[in-house]
């Protein structure tokens, strides 16, 4: 079976996020102050060949632990899509 992650990537609330902060900055700038503590993080896609969705899932944890984020500044999760 193949399935399609969707592996969102984000700062841990607790720390600082310069890029969000940055652009938080700058909607003030273009006229769009009632937006505010944005933060900013990273979108994975990736296909996954596994005989059912519980080895996917497992596959796509072992990536984000492993690789695809870092667990002292980041949080992920994902959801699997059969196609």
């Given amino acids: 079976m193949k399935f399609i992650a969707e592996i969102d990537v984000m700062p841990l609330k607790a720390l600082l996020d310069p890029q969000g902060k940055a652009v938080t900055s700058s909607m003030g700038n273009i006229g769009l102050g009632q937006i505010s503590n944005v933060r900013i993080g ?33 949080h992920y999760d994902f959801k699997l899509i059969e196609e």
């Fill in 42 to 74: 990273k979108h994975i896609t990736l296909e996954v060949e596994a005989s059912s969705k519980e080895e996917a899932n497992s596959l796509v944890d072992n990536a984000c632990n492993q690789l695809l984020h870092n667990p002292v500044m980041e």
